[in-house]
């Protein structure tokens, strides 16, 4: 059983939106009502329907850091945005089309970094299109808890990414030598795109997003050698 704990006036949660209008009503409710993060920053992605709207109703009620970009930049640029803008230690990052969002999730996502088990916690939704436990693309997850210090030096690169956003933080820690876990939220519902659009259009955005991943790990590759190189550099003079 998780131990939880308070994270009150320690973490922030970061949500970015593009085109989630049927959506994110319920996932900042979700996530506020959690009561379990100090500052909620909800980056509006240069949204073409009324997602910008529906996030400026709620801040009516709800105390949320509301950051409306005039066009579309990329999930890498939103997510960096989030993170420059974020007040706390810890973030976690949360998908905007997920919903059954709880307390419990939000402290398994980030128990093992507060608690020094983990530099990066991975959440795996029950509910999606493949099963957590055979997932190959587990490691792309959205739903992710991590310090804000080990992210600043690479929130330039995240900017450009795009949806190699996920692969760039991955080579990052990977590079870094961090520890990364992975954990399973039960009765968290992750939609796939075919669900949320057209058959054409996910397809689409399925080639769209392979293409960024590729690219960012092509042009990072060079980043995680010269890192790891430098490392048993550092451990071969210190046992000389």
């Known amino acids: ?3 939880h704990i308070n994270m009150k006036l320690k973490s922030t949660a ?4 593009y085109n989630e ?8 409710n979700e996530v506020y009502e959690t009561h379990f993060f100090d500052e909620i920053i909800v980056i509006n992605d240069g949204s073409k329907d009324n997602t910008g709207e529906l996030i400026k ?41 997920l ?3 709880t307390t419990e999730h939000a402290n398994k996502l980030l128990t093992p970094v507060v608690s020094g088990n983990a530099d990066m916690v991975l959440g795996q939704p029950s509910k999606t299109l493949i099963r957590p436990e055979i997932n190959p693309f587990k490691s792309l997850s959205g739903q ?18 795009g949806y190699g956003v996920e692969t760039l933080i991955n080579m990052h820690f990977k590079a ?5 876990e992975y954990v399973y939220l039960k009765n968290l519902a992750h939609p796939t795109k075919f669900k949320k659009t057209t058959l054409h259009k996910a397809i689409i955005e399925f080639i769209m997003e392979g293409y960024q ?4 790990t092509f042009s990072n590759t060079i980043m995680a050698v010269n890192l790891t190189k430098d490392r048993v550099l550092n451990i071969l003079s210190i046992n000389n």
Do not use: H, W
Not at 66 to 74: C, I, T
Not at 78 to 90: F, H, I, P
Not at 144 to 161: F, S
Not at 176 to 180: F, G, I, L, S
């Open 176 to 180: 870094k030598n961090k520890v990364v």
């Open 1 to 3: 059983m998780i131990k």
């Open 213 to 216: 991943i590729v690219v960012t």
């Open 21 to 28: 209008q049927k959506r994110i009503a319920r996932i900042l």
């Open 99 to 101: 919903s059954n969002f």
């Open 57 to 97: 109703e709620f801040k009516k009620t709800g105390d949320i850091v509301d950051v409306q970009l005039p066009r579309n930049k990329g999930k890498g640029f939103a997510m960096a945005k989030g993170a420059e803008l974020a007040s706390n230690k810890y973030l976690v990052f949360v998908d905007a089309d």
């Open 144 to 161: 992710r808890a991590l310090k804000k210090i080990d992210i600043l030096p690479i929130l330039k690169k995240m900017e450009t990414v």
């Open 14 to 17: 970061i949500i970015c939106a």
